[in-house]
């Protein structure tokens, strides 16, 4: 039970290519943006759709993979946690962002077949 206390799973789709980095230290970095969708009937029965953009990145083995087989488009499973952070942008302001860690991936999109 300890392990859920921040626990994050999200199905959706990458909005772009994923980016792939090196740090200085040589670790892998990828940094990738996934939309997930929730439909609803509104007060007046209409179907209405909202689309949430969530951050997420990966860092050793689990970078190199979504940087070797994930495209725009490619419906993926994460399961990780949230980690918040702050940065100082190129104008001096102070930024804080959370971002989706991922532990586990799984490419949800099928292969074409040929």
């Known amino acids: ?58 860092w050793g083995k689990t970078a190199e993979i979504a940087g070797k087989y994930l495209t725009k488009g490619k419906e993926v499973l994460i399961d990780g946690k949230l980690v918040s952070r702050s940065y100082t942008d190129k104008e001096g302001n102070k930024r804080y962002t959370t971002d989706v860690q991922v532990n586990e991936l799984l490419i949800l999109t099928k292969k074409p077949v040929a």
């Open 1 to 58: 039970m300890y392990n859920m206390k921040n626990k994050v799973q999200l199905i959706g789709n990458l909005g772009q290519d994923p980016v792939v980095k090196t740090t200085e230290s040589g670790k892998k970095l990828t940094r990738m943006n996934v939309a997930t969708d929730e439909t609803y009937l509104n007060a007046k029965g209409e179907k209405v759709t909202e689309t949430q953009w969530h951050s997420v990145v990966a």
